[in-house]
């Protein structure tokens, strides 16, 4: 039996299951997966830092 893949969200971290949330394609040929779109406006519209926002998996991560 194969098992659906799930999608961990590009901006809080979430894993989300296939047929919900969005997918954004950009030119350069990379993904992202947002499991909602408060995830999607936080990253695209209002250009935020998921590490500095208390709700999301990487806050206070540094970039390695």
């Known amino acids: ?22 997918a954004l394609f950009k030119n350069d040929g990379t993904i992202f ?12 519209d209002l250009k935020r830092d998921p590490r500095k926002l208390k709700w999301t998996e990487f806050y206070g991560k540094e970039e390695r």
């Open 33 to 44: 997966y947002f499991c909602s779109t408060k995830c999607r406006k936080n990253m695209v």
């Open 1 to 22: 039996m194969i098992l659906p893949r799930t999608y961990k969200c590009s901006f809080c971290g979430k894993e989300f299951p296939p047929a919900t949330g969005s």
